[in-house]
């Protein structure tokens, strides 16, 4: 079976001449073949533009919607109707800035389905999609799913 690649490309201008405290962490980010690119930056904490998404806001957004698909897919194949999705996710870097790392994310789902299924089944797909997350289980990261699931009548 061909291995299944992912590529991205990633472009920054500017100079370090003046030292850490002056170079911009302003850079573009893509996916070819995916249409657009995103303007990225470092954490404010570490001198960046508050206003551009940054790398550990990526992984959790990553791991967030990763969960999504894995679960529409789960469900889909159980045939329960799931019509709305969204979560708030959260992660936790380390206080240990010299050799952070994002320790823990939450992923807290709240999950509508129409009327049929039980909340204990759709949590069991909830578990079930975690459990096939790519993203999640390449993450060296703890990735906890805290679901609130609501059957419409």
């Known amino acids: 079976m061909e291995r299944l690649t992912h590529a991205a490309r990633l472009e920054w201008d500017g100079s370090t001449g003046?030292?850490?405290?002056?170079?911009?962490?302003?850079?573009?980010?893509?996916?070819?073949?995916?249409?657009?690119?995103?303007r990225l930056s470092a954490d404010p904490h570490f001198r960046g533009d508050a206003g551009l998404l940054n790398p550990e806001q990526l992984v959790v957004l990553a791991a967030s919607s990763c969960q999504?698909?894995?679960?529409?897919?789960?469900?889909?194949?159980?045939?329960?109707?799931?019509?709305?999705?969204?979560?708030?996710?959260?992660?936790?870097?380390?206080?240990d800035l010299r050799h952070a790392r994002i320790e823990l994310i939450e992923l807290n789902p709240v999950v509508h389905?129409?009327?049929?299924?039980?909340?204990?089944?759709?949590?069991?797909?909830?578990?079930?999609?975690?459990?096939?997350?790519?993203?999640?289980?390449?993450?060296?990261?703890e990735v906890i799913v805290r679901a609130t699931v609501r059957v419409t009548r």
């Open 68 to 95: 999504l698909l894995s679960f529409l897919s789960v469900a889909a194949r159980k045939h329960v109707d799931v019509v709305r999705y969204t979560d708030d996710a959260t992660g936790y870097l380390s206080e």
């Open 18 to 38: 003046e030292g850490y405290r002056a170079y911009s962490r302003a850079h573009t980010g893509a996916a070819p073949p995916a249409e657009g690119s995103l």
């Open 113 to 141: 389905v129409a009327a049929g299924p039980d909340e204990d089944f759709v949590l069991r797909l909830v578990e079930q999609a975690h459990q096939e997350c790519y993203i999640a289980r390449s993450l060296i990261s």
